[in-house]
């Protein structure tokens, strides 16, 4: 079983940055395809990126799209996400999650190992 810690969550302004990172445990990140979730207070969970595991391909969200990049470093076994123009509608318990999964492209569903979350809190 894939093992994920988050960390880099954290209190920030509107309008600052993060960087989340996921370190992966058990096994090469090379064969999983990767993504992040987050949830809010009170809302459903959400799918914020993804990025596969044979081309780098990613794919995001519409309400991160332009602001969040996803991107892994399978030799440090870890997958980032950096997050631009934080606002507070981004506040949230985000999840690192991932599949073994070869396939070209990726998507949000289907992920059986998740981590325990990291906080990000947008605000003034």
């Known amino acids: 079983q894939v093992h994920f810690v988050e960390s880099g969550g954290g209190l920030v302004q509107p309008g600052g940055s993060l960087r989340l990172s996921c370190k992966a445990s058990r096994f090469t990140l090379d064969y999983i395809t990767a993504a992040w979730f987050r949830q809010a207070p009170g809302k459903e969970r959400e799918g914020v990126s993804c990025i596969g595991s044979s081309d780098g391909s990613t794919y995001y969200a519409d309400s991160v799209k332009g602001r969040f990049t996803i991107s892994r470093d399978n030799a440090k076994n870890t997958v980032y996400l950096q997050m631009n123009s934080l606002k507070p509608e981004d506040t949230a318990v985000y999840y690192c999650?991932?599949?073994?999964?070869?396939?070209?492209?990726?998507?949000?569903?289907?992920?059986?190992?998740w981590g325990q979350g990291t906080q990000v809190t947008v605000s003034s």
């Open positions: 999650a991932g599949i073994f999964d070869t396939s070209t492209g990726c998507s949000l569903g289907g992920y059986e190992y």
